[in-house]
């Protein structure tokens, strides 16, 4: 029953930007916290950026600056604007869905992937 879609992935040259988006369904969206994770082959997935369910945002440090998130709870989407782009952004990018402890739902994810 719960769904989470992410699109908006895709190639981009070094410096370019992109914009993620997540729509979710089967949940109440507007009670949970939302984030995005991404992961690189070999590597852990990591944080990249949450929001809360009252609109208070945190970020990695490695993106902070150039990564955006944000929510409207209106289409039930959360947003990644991705911006300054290098090839170590490069990774697929993982929606998340938080109530507390208790839920926590993960979408498919999308391929980001930066070079010339």
């Known amino acids: 029953q719960v769904q989470l879609v992410e699109s908006g992935g895709g190639l981009v040259q070094p410096g370019g930007s992109l914009r993620l988006s997540c729509a979710a369904s089967g949940i109440t969206f507007s009670r949970y916290g939302m984030g995005w994770y991404r992961q690189a082959p070999g590597n852990q997935r990591e944080l990249v950026a949450t929001?809360?369910?009252?609109?208070?945002?945190d970020s990695a440090d490695s993106v902070r600056g150039r990564f955006t998130i944000s929510r409207d709870n209106a289409k039930n989407t959360v947003y990644l604007q991705m911006s300054s782009l290098s090839p170590g952004d490069t990774a697929v990018y993982y929606c998340?869905?938080?109530?507390?402890?208790?839920?926590?739902?993960w979408g498919q994810g999308t391929q980001v992937t930066v070079s010339s």
């Open positions: 929001i809360t369910s009252d609109g208070r945002t």
């Open positions: 998340n869905a938080r109530f507390y402890s208790i839920h926590d739902y």
